[in-house]
């Protein structure tokens, strides 16, 4: 139906097919960067560029004191957020978000005048506290 859809208004199927793996191989590529997690973000203090109160899917990593995530669905758009801090992964409360497994937590971060909470699966608390607040981090800076 959409195929016939599409090729109704004119659009060729390889133009298709190509913005489909162009999508899927973006998707590949960033999930499998050292440190990627599947999570969801929102802004909850001040305000941050390309980010609102709302939750929005993606994936994040880190790179040094940067917080770099990329949107979803079509995640070719990144937001870099320099952060002073993040605090300990707590549980979310039930509803609060969906899709992120039984027992997803909520990591509060701090990034100048602004807040925001990335929420992720119970396993990937520690790589969404960051790089800064791991045990390994906080042995080698005293």
């Known amino acids: 139906m959409l195929i016939a859809l599409l090729a109704v208004l004119g659009v060729d199927l390889i133009v298709v097919v190509a913005l489909l793996a162009l999508v899927l191989s ?77 027992h997803p937590v909520v990591v509060r971060v701090r990034t100048g005048g602004a807040t925001a909470e990335i929420a992720v699966r119970g396993d990937d608390s520690e790589l969404a506290r960051g790089p800064r607040n791991t045990p390994e981090a906080v042995v080698a800076s005293t």
Do not use: C, S
């Open 26 to 102: 973006r998707k590949r590529w960033v999930k499998r960067r050292p440190g990627a997690f599947h999570g969801a973000i929102r802004v909850t203090g001040g305000a941050i560029d390309g980010l609102g109160p709302k939750w929005h899917r993606g994936y994040g990593h880190w790179v040094r004191d940067v917080f770099v995530w990329t949107k979803a669905p079509m995640l070719f758009r990144n937001a870099l957020i320099p952060i002073d801090g993040a605090d300990e992964p707590q549980a979310a409360r039930p509803g609060e978000v969906k899709r992120l497994g039984d």
